[in-house]
């Protein structure tokens, strides 16, 4: 009798167990994904009068579905139709396809404390940046081999609250080596940097335009680009002259002197020589360079739209440090405005928002480039030796709109330059603009608030004692920020769990 009951209980018993696995299974995994997000539905509408769309800003809303943009319906089209899913209405707030930063050291691993991947991507959430692409130096040790990537995405796992991708170094180590740089390609890193200047950092050599030339070949396979650091050491007169000490390292103009706009055109001329062959039919046809943080307005900007004329396959970003201060206006002793190339004259910054606003100059990233202050040298003020860089993650969408009030910048604008191109750029098909199908990067934003940046204001990134922005006013104030249907942000709160996906090419 009794081994009969087992016979009928164990079974059932058995079930039972599976049915509540499965319970425990299923909440576990739900609970994870309530982690990731202030929303708690998979299936919901964004409201506003105001979204930006690559066909213009409408008054509609966007429906959004498991992380993807699945429709958007004109505000006159909606009237009668029956919704599924929550909706948030934005009211008047804006509705932006989410910036997508192309170029930021989060420094990590191995220098988490100059920044490092939580606090990198909470600022960067915090700022309505939903993907940003790590540049593979300043972090130790410098991300130039498979082997490097893969530490690079080791630190990323679970750490990183918006999308990251990486680029590749282009160093003398591997520049001739086509195996070890197509490895490193092969692992999914976006596209290669270089630089044609010392970078600052032992580990990641400067390169020569036959290592460019090399890497672009590899590169064309791939139909990647190659990012450059477009800097020329010409030992002039005054660069030696500052170097001896006879000038004063603490006045900003020495600094400025030390790096003149003929070390940009220098090293622009001997790249738009190497571009020729990104044309239809050249050796290098399927590459593409792209020019980061272009500071001279001048002689290296007219060799760029020679090149783009010709049919190169060329693009270049300027940053918003060189479009909100002018070296007329930096203090003596004030380092945190030290970076390279440097900031210019007041003139050099209105032909920089005239080339932008014409096209010529193709998107915006934010070179953020931390360190700690004491490298920083906050009270010695010598300009010769601060680290050179700017910290400005977190503000980057309130201050290219706060200082192209003046020029009458628009959203679509702000959509081109840090959200469609850099998208291009970086490979991101599904993402960089508010459309059908793609993923859902947003950023909801009040482009007329001000805010003041003083000590109490909340910043997310690690150092800001070094930001040149800190005591500023600007506008425009970030409500909220959603990655692939995540609401990652919202009014000075983060998801719980950093939900961000590494992004790596395939
Ligand atoms: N190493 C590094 O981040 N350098 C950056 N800083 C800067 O101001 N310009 C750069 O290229
Ligand atoms: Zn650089
Ligand atoms: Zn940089």
């Known amino acids: 009798m009794d081994y009969m009951l087992q016979w009928r209980v164990l079974p059932l018993l058995t079930l039972l167990a599976s049915f509540l696995l499965l319970f425990y299974i299923q909440n576990s995994s739900k609970s994870s994904q309530k982690e990731c ?11 506003s009068k105001r979204i930006v769309t690559p066909q213009g800003v409408i008054s509609g809303s966007v429906e959004i579905k498991e992380g993807k943009i699945l429709s958007i319906v004109k505000e006159e089209d909606w009237q009668g139709k029956s919704k599924v899913g929550h909706i948030v209405d934005y009211e008047e707030a804006v509705v932006m396809p989410g910036l997508i930063d192309v170029h930021a050291h989060l420094d990590d691993p191995g220098r988490a404390e100059w920044e490092g991947f939580p606090s990198g991507t909470k600022a960067a959430a915090a700022g309505g940046i939903t993907t940003l692409v790590d540049m593979p130096l300043n972090s130790f040790p410098s991300t130039v081999s498979q082997e490097t990537l893969k530490l690079k995405i080791k630190a990323a796992k679970e750490r990183i609250y918006v999308d990251v991708g990486f680029w590749g170094g282009l160093v003398l180590e591997n520049a ?26 032992n580990d990641f050599p400067m390169t020569n335009s036959s290592h460019i030339k090399e890497g672009l070949s590899v590169l064309a396979k791939y139909r990647r680009p190659l990012l450059v ?19 004063d390292a603490h006045s900003y103009s020495t600094y400025l002197k030390t790096r003149p706009p003929s070390w940009e055109e220098a090293a622009i001329r001997e790249l738009v020589a190497v571009t020729k062959e990104t044309r239809s039919g050249g050796l290098a046809e399927g590459s593409h360079l792209h020019i980061v943080h272009l500071s001279d307005s001048s002689s290296s900007l007219e060799l760029i739209k020679e090149a783009k004329n010709g049919g190169d396959s060329i693009t270049v970003e300027t940053c918003p440090h060189y479009l909100a201060f002018s070296a007329e206006e930096i203090h003596d002793g004030d380092t945190r405005f030290k970076c390279a190339p440097p900031i210019r004259d007041a003139a050099n910054k209105e ?23 004491e490298l920083k040298l906050l009270d010695d003020g010598n300009f010769l030796r601060a680290w050179g860089g700017i910290s400005s993650l977190q503000f980057v ?47 909801i934003w009040e482009p007329d608030v001000e805010f003041d940046l003083n000590d109490d204001y909340p910043v997310y990134f690690k150092h800001p004692s ?40 395939r």
């Open 176 to 201: 001739f080596n086509a195996s070890a740089l197509e490895a490193l390609l092969n692992a999914g890193v976006l596209g290669l940097k270089s630089f044609m200047c010392p970078s600052g950092i």
């Open 466 to 505: 070094i930001s040149a922005y800190m005591g500023t006013k600007l506008s425009g104030r970030v409500l909220a920020t959603f990655v692939r249907g995540n609401l990652v942000y919202k009014e000075g709160k983060h998801a719980p769990a950093a939900c961000g996906v590494p992004i790596l090419a």
């Open 229 to 247: 650091h477009a800097e020329i050491q010409q030992d002039s007169e005054i660069h030696l002259e500052a170097k001896d000490g006879s000038d």
């Open 351 to 373: 032909k920089l928002w005239e080339a932008l606003l014409e096209g010529h100059i193709d998107m915006l990233s934010s070179d953020h480039s931390p360190t700690v202050p």
């Open 37 to 47: 997000s202030l929303l708690p539905y998979q299936h919901y509408w964004i409201t």
């Open 397 to 443: 969408l309130p201050v290219t709109w706060s200082y192209g009030q003046k020029y009458g910048v628009t959203l679509e604008q702000l959509a081109l330059w840090w959200s469609e191109r850099p998208a291009k750029l970086a490979g991101q098909e599904l993402k960089g603009a508010i459309a059908t199908g793609n993923l859902a990067d947003i950023v």
